[in-house]
């Protein structure tokens, strides 16, 4: 995080086609390895959809003007709870440790408000390679039982109706 902030990554919190766009490409492609393919129309769509709805929170990291590295929160007012449900890096976003600082600001925002964040994660040693990002997890955010049945929780709803793109 300490090389990212000396490397002057600039955080914006916006959310349009253009920058998502720009995400997909240079960040998200890059991450194939740890999950499932998304379409780009598919994937803006989910987001513009909780986005439009305000139960979304995005924060994008720049350097020299270019996407490279992106974090998003689905969030409930009501419940007072934020979900870690997407990040990204591009592989110069991934030697600064940009994604450490954008999750770092995800976390200040949120814990200023007054929310509980639940960052996911895997048990340590599953995914050697991202015990790292994990361990930062476990620390900063905690785990929140959501009973899946319930289909009164509208984030439940929303998970459900979007899960497979």
């Not at 020299?64 to 974090?71: A, Q, T």
């Not at 979900?83 to 110069?92: F, L």
């Not at 509980?116 to 929140?144: E, Q, T």
């Amino acid at each position: 995080m300490k090389l990212a902030e000396k490397e002057n990554i600039h955080i914006i919190n916006e959310f349009n086609f253009d920058i998502y766009k720009e995400y997909y490409e240079n960040c998200y492609l890059q991450t194939l390895e740890s999950k499932e393919s998304t379409k780009l129309q598919a994937g803006y769509k989910f987001f513009e959809y909780l986005a439009k709805k305000d139960m979304l929170r995005s924060v994008f990291g720049l350097l020299d003007n270019k996407i490279i590295s992106g974090v998003f929160i689905l969030y409930d007012e009501e419940s007072r709870i934020g979900y870690y449900i997407d990040a990204a890096s591009s592989q110069e976003g991934k030697k600064l440790g940009a994604n450490y600082l954008l999750l770092y600001n995800q976390i200040n925002y949120f814990r200023e408000k007054g929310y509980i964040l639940d960052l996911g994660g895997a048990p340590l040693g599953k995914l050697k390679k991202w015990d790292d990002i994990f361990l930062f997890k476990k620390k900063w955010g905690k785990v929140v039982d959501m009973p899946l049945i319930t289909l009164k929780n509208f984030l439940t709803v929303i998970l459900y109706k979007f899960r497979k793109f």
